[in-house]
């Protein structure tokens, strides 16, 4: 039997074939109309182009490369103790249910005659949250590409966040946070150091 069309299934054809409608918008509709909605409503006809804009936003790290964004900040200095930028805020989707987490991340290094712009660190944090992404994976992400990029003498890297797949699913634990670390060289090896940079980043914190 000849499948039947619907007046948007048959503009989505037209459109993804001259180019105009992005191609994310198709598989939207239909999940929509999956779930058991009517893609075609009122208040969800125009929600398949929201939807698909909003994931090209949420996932743009993946068009970007955190070491030529790394590169184009770094200074010659003779600064050689510990830098923090700290409550750098991160939103990311997780991977294995497409739900936000949200949370700070904390970033210490110890420059070996190189430092990174302050901007930029926040920048490569958003590069690799704007991407499918585990905490774990993120927080090691961070910590490994400023190693390379500046050999510092050590890095570490804290991330603390919300996960709505905890909170809003499954076991439902709406006050729950996880906290990931990723320690390279003197924040590794040193524990002076460490405890330096997690006593720093705990200060003037309420509670």
Do not use: W
Not at 76 to 84: H, L, P, R, T, W
Not at 130 to 149: G, M, N, Y
Not at 170 to 189: D, Y
């Amino acid at each position: 039997m000849a499948k039947v069309f619907s007046a948007h299934e048959l503009q989505d054809d037209i459109d993804n074939r001259n180019g105009s409608r992005d191609p994310l918008e198709v598989p939207i509709r239909e999940l929509i109309r999956l779930i058991g909605e009517d893609p075609g409503r009122a208040g969800l006809a125009d929600t398949p182009r929201r939807v698909s804009q909003a994931f090209r936003e949420l996932t743009r790290g993946y068009g970007q490369n955190p070491r030529e964004v790394l590169q184009s900040a770094l200074f010659d200095v003779s600064y050689d103790e510990m830098v923090i930028v700290k409550d750098v805020e991160v939103f990311s989707l997780c991977e294995h249910h497409l739900l936000p987490f949200f949370g700070k991340i904390h970033i210490a290094y110890i420059p070996r005659k190189k430092v990174i712009g302050l901007s930029k660190t926040a920048r490569l944090v958003d590069i690799f949250a704007q991407r499918f992404q585990i905490q774990e994976r993120l927080t090691q992400q961070v910590a490994e590409t400023i190693q390379d990029a500046i050999n510092p003498v050590g890095v570490g890297v804290v991330c603390e966040a919300q996960h709505l797949c905890m909170m809003m699913r499954g076991v439902e634990k709406q006050h729950s946070s996880t906290i990931t670390s990723a320690m390279l060289g003197a924040f590794r090896t040193n524990q002076q150091t460490r405890e330096e940079f997690l006593s720093l980043i705990a200060s003037n914190r309420p509670g």
